[in-house]
T-cell receptor, first 114, second 112 residues
Framework: QQQVKQSPQSLIVQKGGISIINCAYENTAFDYFPWYQQFPGKGPALLIAIRPDVSEKKEGRFTISFNKSAKQFSLHIMDSQPGDSATYFCAPAFSGAGSYQLTFGKGTKLSVIP | DGGITQSPKYLFRKEGQNVTLSCEQNLNHDAMYWYRQDPGQGLRLIYYSQIVNDFQKGDIAEGYSVSREKKESFPLTVTSAQKNPTAFYLC???????????FGQGTRLTVV
C-alpha cells in the first residue's frame, strides 16, 4: 500500500506569518501532487497542484515546492490570514490511464490567530 | 452546474438500523469513492468504484456496503454491523487518468 506521510499534524501561525506543511511519499510513479483545503463541515477542494516537471508553483499566497529526489512536496502559505484556518491534505497520485488510487495524507489543521 | 451532491446533510440512526447515504454526480466521472472522516482525523477509504457494476473494498469496508448500478450514482449503506458509525462521510469522484478529485459536501451521521 502506498504511503503518504504529512506533517505537522497541527499548526498555529500568527496572522501575517508563513505556514509550511510537508508531504512525503514513497511511490516514484506519482506524477500529480495536489493540496486540498477543507473547511469545517465541508468537503475538501483542490487548492493548488504541481507536476514533477517543475520544482515550484505559485498561486497568489500559496506556493508548492517539489523535491523529486527527496520524494517530498510542501505547501507554503505566505501572509497567512485567519480565513486560511482549515485542514489541508496532500494526495499524490498517478494520472495515467487506468489509475484509480486516491490516497490522502492524514491532514494538517492550520489555525491562524489574529 | 456540474458537481457532486450528497444527501442528506445530517442523518440520525438508531442502533441496529441500516441507513443509506446518497451520492450523485453529473461530472461524467467513471471513478467514485467513499471516505469516512472522524473528528480531527484524515480521510479513510471505505469503498471505491472504477466503473458501473464494479467496486472494491478500501481500508475500512467492514460494516458498509455499496452499489454502482448507474454511472452517476454510488450510494453507501451503513449496516448494523458497523459498530461505530458516527462520523462525517464524504463522497468523491475523479476521472481515471485525470487529476483533480471532486468532493460532495458530506453527510454527518449520528447514532442515537
Amino acid at each position: 500500500q502506498q504511503q503518504v506521510k504529512q506533517s505537522p499534524q497541527s499548526l498555529i501561525v500568527q496572522k501575517g506569518g508563513i505556514s509550511i506543511i510537508n508531504c512525503a511519499y514513497e511511490n516514484t510513479a506519482f506524477d500529480y501532487f495536489p493540496w486540498y483545503q477543507q473547511f469545517p463541515g465541508k468537503g475538501p477542494a483542490l487548492l493548488i497542484a504541481i507536476r514533477p516537471d517543475v520544482s515550484e508553483k505559485k498561486e497568489g499566497r500559496f506556493t508548492i515546492s517539489f523535491n523529486k529526489s527527496a520524494k517530498q512536496f510542501s505547501l507554503h502559505i505566505m501572509d497567512s490570514q485567519p480565513g486560511d484556518s482549515a485542514t489541508y491534505f496532500c494526495a499524490p497520485a498517478f494520472s495515467g490511464a487506468g489509475s484509480y488510487q486516491l490516497t490522502f495524507g492524514k491532514g494538517t489543521k492550520l489555525s491562524v490567530i489574529p | 452546474d456540474g458537481g457532486i451532491t450528497q444527501s442528506p446533510k445530517y442523518l440520525f440512526r438508531k442502533e441496529g438500523q441500516n441507513v443509506t447515504l446518497s451520492c450523485e454526480q453529473n461530472l461524467n466521472h467513471d471513478a467514485m469513492y467513499w471516505y469516512r472522516q472522524d473528528p480531527g482525523q484524515g480521510l479513510r477509504l471505505i469503498y471505491y468504484s472504477q466503473i458501473v457494476n464494479d467496486f472494491q473494498k478500501g481500508d475500512i469496508a467492514e460494516g458498509y456496503s455499496v452499489s454502482r448500478e448507474k454511472k452517476e450514482s454510488f450510494p453507501l449503506t451503513v449496516t448494523s454491523a458497523q459498530k461505530n458509525p458516527t462520523a462525517f462521510y464524504l463522497c468523491a469522484s475523479r476521472t481515471p487518468g485525470g487529476t483533480e478529485a471532486f468532493f460532495g459536501q458530506g453527510t454527518r451521521l449520528t447514532v442515537v
